[in-house]
């Protein structure tokens, strides 16, 4: 398994920034929000600041780091009013008056000028309220690997109408055999429009990647390109470098782990990536905060089979055996039909509760639950494009 790097030390300290205008309105075309970070007064480049695009929540919505020129570049967001805010150590924090997005259209270059307002480092390390605990190396170089790849991973959202996948999928299914039912893994060869069904990207970051169908089915999801390019998902999550020790000097690690207080289920991981083609290669994850979520769905529905199966016993539910980082995955991205990227090949260990019981008449039954895996795999053996329906 591919081995997760640590983040570091905290961020300390913030610094601040004049005030916009009240409103930037769309004056240049472009796909991106740019800017420049500079001194107040002698104008010299502001290089290693946190930039954040915030919504009218104060939610994050994109973030970068300015380089040493002060310059700084964001994807643009939809349309609707943001901030933007700066953070930098030993300077105070500040955020921007209103910047209102109305178009398909970027605002024209911004030249934020910040005033020199130095705070102190002490007083930094008691009020600093940054709850991704990175250091601005860490996240100068987690920003650059995630931008780098960015387009290709969004370019996975947005599949051609019409085209088509043939796909080999392996799961795990139950049957009935000799009184009693048994599960086996059955292959089956199908016609999808995509590789790996996966709920959107606003239902991962408001619900979590797992979910329960028909009040005791579960599924879980896995974090494909249309969840990673997702401002959702830089909103939940924290980013940083990753290293192996085995992986060639060509490739870098893009580590990423759900934010302090994510209480859904969620996903942390690493994204191998090419650097030298800035390409996706391979995802490595595990599913986090697994408990509570068998403990709220899974554990009623197993008392109740329970009790069915010895009605004339107590029954007592003991805490949930559960190792989570059984439970995960791995996706292999590839290019395909020149400009199409896609998942080829997926592995994905789900958890389903099984459980050991004992216990006397007079005393009644302990069950014992314990989580064990159900393993998904699949591949894509063939696109077929809209346009002439050839495979590839």
Same mark, same amino acid.
């Given at each position: ?13 913030t ?56 310059a700084?570049s ?57 709850d991704?605990? &990175?250091t601005?190396? $860490?996240? =100068?170089?987690?920003?650059?690997? @995630?931008? !780098?790849?960015? *387009?290709? %991973? ?85 980013l940083?470098p ?32 090419? &650097?030298?083609?800035? $390409?996706? =290669?391979?995802l490595?994850?595990? @599913?986090? !905060?697994?408990? *509570?979520? %068998? ?59 099984s ?38």
């Amino acid at each position: 398994m591919t081995r997760y790097a640590r983040i570091g030390a905290a961020l300390a300290g913030t610094f601040a920034f004049a005030v916009l205008a009240p409103m930037v309105a769309a004056q240049e075309p472009g796909t991106r929000l740019a800017g420049t970070l500079v001194s107040e007064g002698d104008g010299a480049p502001v290089d290693g600041a946190v930039v954040s695009l915030v919504d009218g929540d104060g939610v994050v919505v994109w973030e970068t780091l300015s380089n040493a020129s002060g310059a700084f570049s964001l994807p643009l967001p939809p349309v609707g009013t943001y901030r933007v805010r700066a953070a930098r150590i030993g300077y105070d924090l500040w955020t921007s008056g209103p910047i209102l997005i109305d178009s398909a259209q970027a605002p024209g270059p911004l030249r934020l000028e910040i005033p020199v307002q130095p705070v102190p480092l002490p007083a930094l390390m008691v009020t600093e309220q940054n709850d991704c605990p &990175t250091t601005p190396e $860490e996240r =100068r170089r987690a920003f650059e690997l @995630y931008e !780098s790849v960015l *387009p290709i %991973l969004d370019s996975m959202s947005t599949a051609a109408a019409g085209d088509s996948l043939l796909v080999r999928m392996e799961r795990p299914v139950r049957i009935w055999k000799r009184g009693g039912f048994r599960r086996v893994r059955d292959t089956v060869t199908v016609m999808v429009s995509e590789a790996l069904p996966n709920a959107s990207p606003g239902h991962l970051e408001a619900y979590g990647y797992g979910d329960v169908v028909d009040d005791s089915m579960t599924t879980f999801y896995a974090p494909d390109g249309a969840a990673l390019a997702s401002p959702g998902f830089l909103a939940t999550h924290c980013l940083s470098p990753a290293a192996d020790d085995e992986a060639d000097d060509a490739v870098a690690g893009l580590g990423f782990e759900p934010r302090p207080g994510r209480e859904v289920v969620d996903v942390r991981g690493v994204l191998w990536i090419d &650097t030298v083609a800035n $390409e996706p =290669r391979e995802l490595a994850f595990h @599913y986090t !905060s697994l408990r *509570p979520f %068998l403990e709220r769905h899974l554990v009623p529905p197993l008392r109740a089979d329970y009790e069915r199966r010895v009605p004339d016993r107590r029954v007592r539910i003991l805490v949930i055996r559960i190792e989570e980082s059984r439970f995960g995955g791995q996706l292999r991205f590839e290019r395909v039909a020149g400009d199409r990227w896609l998942i080829r090949e997926w592995r994905i260990l789900r958890p389903r509760l099984s459980f050991r019981s004992f216990g006397a008449p007079r005393t009644g039954s302990s069950v014992s639950p314990i989580a064990v895996p159900l393993e998904y795999r699949g591949e894509v053996l063939a696109l077929f494009r809209r346009t002439d329906g050839s495979p590839r």
